[in-house]
């Protein structure tokens, strides 16, 4: 069974750093073809893809968010990591990690944290 | 970036109602196509992959047809677990890419 969680801050202040961590169980990212992706949602609005990240160490990122944006694993923990700096309130959204299929498809998604950026 | 744009933005329909919500590509992505499904407070669930593939456990009253730059999502009999907001998806390319979403009402 696959199963994917979100965690990190619920609050984070303007021009800070967030960090988030997909702890993921029932696959592991030492797997060939095993892909993790961050989606964010803000309230009301629709999804936006992030960020990517592969089983080879490939990364991916969207194209507006790339400066701000990094992605990592430690497979040992079966954890990706994303990292967005200069948090920004239009930055306020729910944060989700999916695994991502080799057709690029989201087959399991984590609950999602909403991170609320606010001084 | 490849745009997607779906249509209608909001849709209101009965039970056992048929409906299709379309999804438009800004460029080809062959049959690259996803659609999803999302209630309020929750996770977004896969519905159909690679266009016209039911996701295993979704009911077979969903249906995807498309390729190229146009695609379809149809529900062939409206049910109350249906009324919830639909997402397209492309996965031709990276950065990957969502419509804006249809929100399926009563």
């Known amino acids: 069974q696959v199963t994917l969680k979100e965690s990190g801050p619920a609050l984070v202040k303007p021009t800070q750093t967030l960090t988030l961590t997909c702890t993921f169980s029932?696959?592991?990212?030492?797997?060939?073809?095993?892909?993790v992706s961050w989606i964010r949602q803000p309230p009301g609005k629709a999804l936006e893809w992030l960020a990517r990240i592969d089983w080879d160490d490939d990364k991916f990122y969207s194209t507006s968010l790339r400066t701000r944006l990094t992605i990592s694993k430690d497979t040992s923990k079966n954890q990706v990591v994303l990292t967005m700096t200069d948090m920004d309130p239009v930055d306020t959204a729910t944060y989700y990690c999916a695994r991502n299929q080799p057709l690029g498809y989201f087959d399991y998604w984590g609950q999602g944290t909403l991170v609320t950026v606010s001084s | 970036d490849i745009q997607m744009t779906q249509s209608p933005s909001s849709l209101s329909a009965s039970v056992g109602d048929r409906v299709t919500i379309t999804c438009r590509a800004s460029?080809?992505?062959?049959?690259?196509l996803n659609w999803y499904q999302q209630k309020p407070g929750k996770a977004p669930k896969l519905l159909m992959y690679?266009?016209?593939s039911l996701q295993s456990g979704v009911p077979s009253r969903f249906s995807g047809s498309g390729s190229g730059t146009d695609f379809t999502l149809t529900i062939s009999s409206l049910q109350p677990e249906d009324f919830a907001t639909y997402y397209c998806q492309q996965s031709y390319s990276t950065p990957f890419t969502f419509g804006q979403g249809t929100k399926l009402e009563i």
């Open positions: 460029q080809s992505i062959s049959t690259h």
């Open positions: 029932g696959v592991s990212l030492s797997t060939s073809g095993m892909r």
């Open positions: 690679v266009a016209s």
